[in-house]
């Protein structure tokens, strides 16, 4: 299987390469086959990018904000027309299954460019401030040149839901993917060459950590927004300070969901296993502490093992496929030496927790696992493992619950199950994080904010909030008298 791009960069509407940077492998998670070679971009393809960037920008922000967003809504059409490909690519690129990729990745990159270029004409707009006789107007303007950072774990959603918003508001962005996901951003910008976008206004380089600081130190980037873990989130936010730059920090996680026992058991199990298994456990947000009110405890985690056995671990391609292998051989070792932690810490090992035997042997794989009898102090109930291991932990009553489910560092999300509407709200409202569920886990659809608080980040992704992180307001005051001044 081979996935080799025409090049390693799309700089200025057009792919370049620069074999003097450190070379990438692109390894398929499934086999560990190498199915793509790339360069990391060296100094002058960075300055290549931004430069590019920063000339295309002005042209496209005097734009009506209806033209840009008829390009955007293209790009979308695209993206859906080219689905399935762009599915298996996200597929080579990660390892997750296609039964997720066709329905979760390029899908949600199409809706952002369709939402943003929906929403643009109106999201921008200012307000009229009378003053009696004088007034006042504000303007949101575009940033400039903003700085697109990626994760491994969605790497096609990310590059979408960053350019989109950036595009939509005027700005011009480069868009540094993941080492370990390099392929699927490199598309994004092709299609929205096809779609019409002038020149410049999205370029793609490849790089790694030591890529990443070559453009939040820029002095012609304006905004970085990064999807990261916490340690990197510090390094960035703290280079960007030194500039004061524009940023938006979608940190880790290490996300409560709490299950009342009044609560739709079925409902509350499939809300847990989505919340720690979709995507092999490697999603942000995931609701990894379970908190099981004692009296349904026993029964939650017999049909919770139950069905956890019965997920289909295998070929990521096969459409049957449930659970692909993690994204890579490092990660999937730190997410076996967490499970050893569990196990030696004391906590009961309810399934999984072990290589399945009925995969490639040279994959990343591991099985689905459950911990229950987990204490907060364990390091698995602390430390967010991004992989995809459930720790279940019981507690009595709301008031404890909330205590716990606040005493931690991260704020990212969290989730209540319960059928009293009162305390599903009450328990919302008293959950420090940034977005929350009730009854449900993990849904984003692109019409709502969506981020963290606490050290799981700031700034917002997604709904017409994104627009004021890719923009700032101007204000104009008009004097419509004579000046009068006292000297
Ligand atoms: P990571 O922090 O190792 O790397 C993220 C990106 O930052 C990569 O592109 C990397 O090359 C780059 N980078 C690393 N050091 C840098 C530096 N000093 N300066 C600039 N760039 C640098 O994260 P990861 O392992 O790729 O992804 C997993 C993490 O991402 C998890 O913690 C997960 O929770 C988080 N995540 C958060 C969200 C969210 O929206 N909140 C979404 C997905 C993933």
Not at 51 to 69: D, F, H, I, L, V
Not at 188 to 208: S, W, Y
Request: net charge negative.
């Amino acid at each position: 299987m081979k996935a080799q791009p025409v090049a390693s960069h799309f700089i200025d509407g057009e792919y370049v390469e620069d074999t003097d940077g450190s070379v990438i492998e692109s390894l398929y998670p499934a086999t560990g086959e190498v199915i793509a070679r790339l360069y990391a971009a060296t100094p002058a393809i960075v300055e290549k990018a931004i430069a590019a960037a920063k000339r295309a920008q002005p042209e496209w922000a005097a734009m009506s904000p209806t033209a840009r967003g008829r390009i955007l809504k293209r790009a979308a059409e695209i993206m859906r027309t080219r689905n399935r490909e762009l599915s298996e690519l996200e597929t080579l690129d990660t390892g997750k299954p296609i039964q997720e990729t066709i329905v979760a990745d390029p899908t949600s990159g199409a809706d952002s460019f369709e939402f943003f270029g929906g929403v643009i004409a109106a999201g921008m707009n200012g307000q009229y401030i009378p003053l009696g006789g004088d007034f006042a107007y504000t303007k949101r303007v575009p940033l400039g040149v903003c700085v697109g950072i990626g994760a491994w774990n969605y790497p096609q959603q990310i590059a979408c839901w960053k350019g989109a918003p950036a595009l939509a508001a005027g700005n011009a962005m480069v868009f540094k993917p993941s080492e370990n996901t390099p392929l699927g951003a490199l598309k994004i910008a092709e299609i929205l060459i096809e779609a019409g976008l002038p020149k410049g206004l999205f370029n793609v380089i490849q790089g790694d950590r030591t890529t990443g600081p070559l453009l939040v130190e820029h002095p012609d980037v304006a905004k970085v927004s990064l999807t990261g873990s916490v340690p990197t989130g510090r390094k960035v936010a703290a280079s960007a300070a030194g500039n004061l730059k524009h940023v938006t920090m979608e940190l880790g996680g290490k996300s409560p969901l709490i299950v009342f026992d009044d609560a739709d058991i079925d409902s509350a199990i499939g809300g847990a296993m989505l919340g720690n298994f979709y995507s092999t456990g490697q999603v942000c947000s995931n609701g990894t502490r379970v908190f099981v009110q004692k009296a349904i405890r026993d029964e939650f985690l017999s049909r919770l093992k139950a069905r956890t056995e019965k997920m289909v671990i295998g070929d990521p391609m096969d459409e049957a496929t449930q659970v692909g292998p993690m994204v890579s051989y490092d990660q999937r070792q730190k997410v076996m030496s967490y499970i050893e932690k569990g196990i030696s810490a004391g906590a009961t090992l309810v399934t999984g927790g072990g290589i399945p035997n009925n995969v490639s042997g040279e994959g990343y794989y591991i099985q689905p696992t459950v911990f229950a009898d987990v204490t907060d102090d364990m390091t698995i109930a602390r430390e967010e493992i991004f992989g995809p291991v459930m720790c279940v932990l019981d507690f009595d009553n709301e008031e404890e619950v909330i205590a716990r489910a606040n005493a931690t560092e991260f704020g990212l999300s969290a989730g209540v199950f319960t059928a009293d509407l009162t305390r599903g709200h009450r328990v919302a409202d008293l959950l420090e994080a940034g977005t929350l569920w009730i009854n449900t886990y993990n849904l984003c659809p692109v019409e709502i904010p969506f981020g963290g608080s606490k050290q799981s980040g700031f700034g917002r992704e997604n709904s017409l909030a994104a627009l004021e992180h890719y923009s700032e307001l101007k204000t104009v005051y008009v004097g419509m008298g004579k000046v009068e001044a006292p000297y």
